[in-house]
């Protein structure tokens, strides 16, 4: 018997207790892959996700004054860890729940002051009609698993396709999240899949 890729990941994740919109995915029917979308950069210019299709990118909504702001540090020693390897983290500071105030300078401090080297976007929407792209594309492939809080977690695959959906209080280094992104470190890059 032969299982694709997404169909095992979703069943692996549904044994250690991800997001319960994981083993849904391989059954959504989406026109376009991670790779199509982009941020704008916090100190300008874009972050483009389809420059890293065939390496996983984790996408974090942030937000600078929220009790959870020392998962930016846990973001860190991700990137330390993996970068090397392909791992592209992207930090997306939202205000959706009054937290995040806006402030360029004030987000690069927080950012700092938790040893984040990674990117960061500009101030974006994560929820409702107005949300980023991104975001909303994420939520017809995981309708269960959207952002209610600060810090939730999105992996896009290799493929570009959405990999897993992490709740605000899983810890970036979770045993779940890096077991994740290990599997997509070690998945061939292929082309965006067409769902």
């Known amino acids: 018997m032969t299982v694709d890729r997404r169909t095992f990941l979703g069943f692996a994740c549904g044994l250690l207790g991800c997001a319960p919109a994981i083993p849904a995915l391989a059954q959504v029917s989406s026109r376009s892959s991670a790779a199509s979308f982009s941020f704008e950069a916090l100190d300008g210019g874009r972050i483009n ?29 991700l990137w330390t860890r993996y970068h090397d390897r392909g791992l592209m983290i992207v930090a997306v500071p939202s205000n959706d729940f009054r937290q995040e105030p806006g402030d360029p300078a004030a987000i690069r401090q927080s950012g700092a002051a938790h040893g984040a080297n990674y990117p960061f976007a500009a101030v974006q929407k994560v929820t409702g009609a107005d949300a980023h792209p991104f975001y909303r594309w994420a939520a017809r492939l995981a309708p269960e698993s959207t952002p209610s809080w600060n810090f939730h977690k999105y992996l896009v695959g290799a493929d570009g396709g959405l990999a897993g959906s992490f709740s605000s209080r899983t810890s970036p280094t979770d045993p779940k ?18 769902r």
Do not use: F, W
């Open 49 to 77: 996700l389809g420059a890293y299709l065939g390496k996983p990118v984790l996408v974090v909504n942030t937000a600078s004054r929220c009790g959870l702001a020392g998962q930016l540090g846990d973001m860190a020693e």
């Open 177 to 194: 999240i890096v077991a994740a992104i290990e599997h997509e470190l070690a998945s061939p890059a292929q082309a965006p899949a067409v």
